[in-house]
């Protein structure tokens, strides 16, 4: 037995051949390049067709296929919401991919941020875990939750969009496009606070003066105790810290996990993290909690693609995690 999965991400896509124990083969990535609409549809068909055909080398039998997506996909019409993906308002993904294998092949198709869980689950740093949590913060914040086994996923796909955590009060008109979260402890959001802060202070010449800020540019002037990248890590960190807490006392999990792009450098943050999360969460919840790293990195959700197409082989849809 084995099964592809696939990570699409804003800039590239990477696949991997799987077997049934989880040890990949035949991993690439590819950079999308600027492609759009149809044509990231068919960069996704082409990659897997190519480990389709390794398959076949190997005298392997793929028996499903799982992919991740930035956004959201629509089960009952089979079309995926991905708004860094130009075109992809309601594209049909699965219609797409279903003349790979004139629809023989089990095809599941996942949000990344699900996806993320599932490989932390199944191969990562919430192995065996029947209750977690993937705090993702990258360009964006989203999580992936994992309830009794299950995956959780709400009426519409949505659950875990916590880039809209109100965390913050009063509103303002600004969150409204992206989430107070994500507005101010994203990727994205560490860049546009550091730019905002210098705008505000006439006498900063720090070393973020004059750039076109990155979140890496204020991850590398914190090292160097650069005032204006202290104040907004420190911001983040409680941030984070109060998201986290938010998904203890609602959840009571076993583990949160934190990935993604920015995890990575902020995992050095991690302790102060678990210190300003114990302060606002449900206090025998918050006792019983591991707050933990992603163990995979940059690969878990494509692991959790995997995963995803090994639960397909279930024809129950609520299925748990394989083992």
């Known amino acids: 037995m084995a099964v592809i999965g696939a990570d699409l991400g804003g800039t ?8 049934a124990d989880g040890r990949p083969q035949s991993k690439a990535a590819v950079p999308l390049e600027g492609r759009k609409g149809h044509e990231v549809g068919d960069r996704i068909r082409q990659e897997c067709a ?31 919401w991905a708004p860094n993906i130009p075109g992809w308002e309601q594209y049909p993904l ?22 993320c869980i599932l490989g932390e689950v199944w191969k990562g740093a919430a192995k065996g875990c029947r209750n977690a949590v993937f705090l993702a913060v990258g360009t964006g914040i989203g999580a992936g939750v994992v309830v009794d086994g299950r995956l959780l996923r709400g009426a519409r796909d949505i659950a875990g969009a916590i880039g809209w955590f109100a965390l913050h009060r009063p509103f303002d008109p600004k969150y409204a496009p992206v989430g107070c979260f ?46 204006i990248a202290q104040s907004v890590l420190a911001d983040c960190i409680e ?4 998201a986290a807490a938010n998904l203890i006392s609602l959840l009571n999990p076993e583990v949160i996990v934190f990935g993604g792009g920015v995890f990575g450098p902020a995992a ?55 083992s």
């Open 12 to 19: 590239k896509l990477a696949t991997a051949l799987f077997d």
């Open 50 to 80: 190519k480990l389709l055909d390794e398959a076949t080398r190997q005298g392997q039998r793929v028996d499903a296929i799982g992919i991740g997506v930035p956004g959201i996909f629509r089960p009952g019409a089979g079309t995926v």
């Open 94 to 115: 699965l219609q797409e991919l279903s003349a790979l294998s004139g629809g023989e092949i089990p095809l599941c198709i996942e949000s990344d941020r699900s996806c």
């Open 182 to 227: 994500e507005y101010h402890a994203s990727g994205d959001g560490i860049a546009r606070m550091a730019r905002e802060r210098i705008a505000a202070d006439a006498g900063y010449k720090g070393l973020l003066s004059g750039r076109n800020l990155r979140a890496e540019d204020v991850f590398r002037a914190y090292g160097f105790r650069d005032p």
């Open 239 to 242: 941030l984070w810290g109060m």
């Open 268 to 322: 050095q943050f991690l302790e102060a993290v678990r210190n300003e999360t114990e302060k606002w969460a449900q206090p025998i919840a918050f006792k019983d909690v591991r707050i933990k790293a992603s163990a995979l990195g940059g690969d878990a959700a494509l692991y959790g693609a995997a995963c995803a197409a090994l639960q397909s082989l279930s024809l129950d849809w609520s299925r748990e995690l394989p």
